[in-house]
């Protein structure tokens, strides 16, 4: 087994896509673009983002993750350094098929927000198959005028992307789904409104006591003049008028 002083080295060693890079301690470091089919196992541990990546003159990513590969990332966490903060608009930008499984993807230090728009995402996907699993947390910075935890938006000529959430953790932050991308929810806690069609086939939303959303397996027969909608007729005629 080979080791390297950093995962920049680790990556470029890689020559297979059974080739698995394990982070051995936690870390700050350079963004990275990766262009290769890679599974990176963090191991419990914690890459800090130090030096954001990107299009030349916008440099503000942690990872870019380009089209035609697969990616996995599991089994710890990804942030931006206190130090670098200022730069980081995005933690990940993804554009390939990626597997995101019991990671912590924390982005309170994204601080760099778009000059247009006042934006910024954790995990931004662009095309590709993307499957976010396990006990996988994602959280935005709170403070932003608009702080996706994720978006499932079609970028230019890519084909658009899928994103299929089934986690046991919260996801923390604004969601947004353009017009002809697919967002399959079957699992998971959520700090913003569901809409139904972001939710799995078989499953439907559910606001819970404390304002949070999650989803389970059901359906909706029966809908009030109010707009809500109703597992059974019964419930309907109890809420009002159906």
């Given at each position: ?110 601080d760099k927000w778009s000059a247009t728009d006042g934006d910024s995402y954790v995990l931004s996907n662009n095309s590709g198959t993307v499957t976010i699993t396990g006990a996988t947390n994602i959280t935005a910075n709170n403070e932003g005028d608009k702080a996706f935890a994720f978006d499932v938006c079609k970028y230019g000529s890519y084909a ?83």
């Amino acid at each position: 087994d080979n080791k390297f002083e950093t995962l920049a080295e680790a990556l470029n060693a890689v020559e297979s896509s059974d080739d698995v890079i394990t982070i051995l301690k936690d870390t700050q470091g350079p963004g990275l673009v990766i262009d290769k089919d890679v599974t990176i196992n963090f191991n419990g541990k914690t890459y800090s983002f130090t030096e954001p990546v990107g299009s030349t003159g916008t440099e503000s990513n942690g990872f870019q993750i380009l089209a035609g590969n697969n990616v996995t990332l599991k089994n710890g966490g990804l942030n931006v350094a206190e130090s670098a903060k200022e730069n980081f608009y995005i933690l990940v930008q993804n554009y390939a098929n990626l597997t995101v499984e019991d990671m912590n993807l924390d982005g309170t230090n994204l601080d760099k927000w778009s000059a247009t728009d006042g934006d910024s995402y954790v995990l931004s996907n662009n095309s590709g198959t993307v499957t976010i699993t396990g006990a996988t947390n994602i959280t935005a910075n709170n403070e932003g005028d608009k702080a996706f935890a994720f978006d499932v938006c079609k970028y230019g000529s890519y084909a658009a992307p899928t994103v299929n959430v089934n986690t046991t953790g919260t996801i923390a932050g604004d969601i947004e789904v353009s017009e002809t991308a697919t967002l399959n929810i079957s699992a998971g806690t959520f700090t913003v409104e569901i809409a139904e069609a972001w939710c799995a086939d078989g499953f439907i939303p559910v606001k819970n006591a404390d304002d949070t959303w999650t989803v389970k397996e059901g359906k909706f027969i029966a809908q009030t003049e109010t707009g809500a909608k109703f597992e059974t007729l019964q419930e309907a005629v109890n809420a009002g008028t159906t």
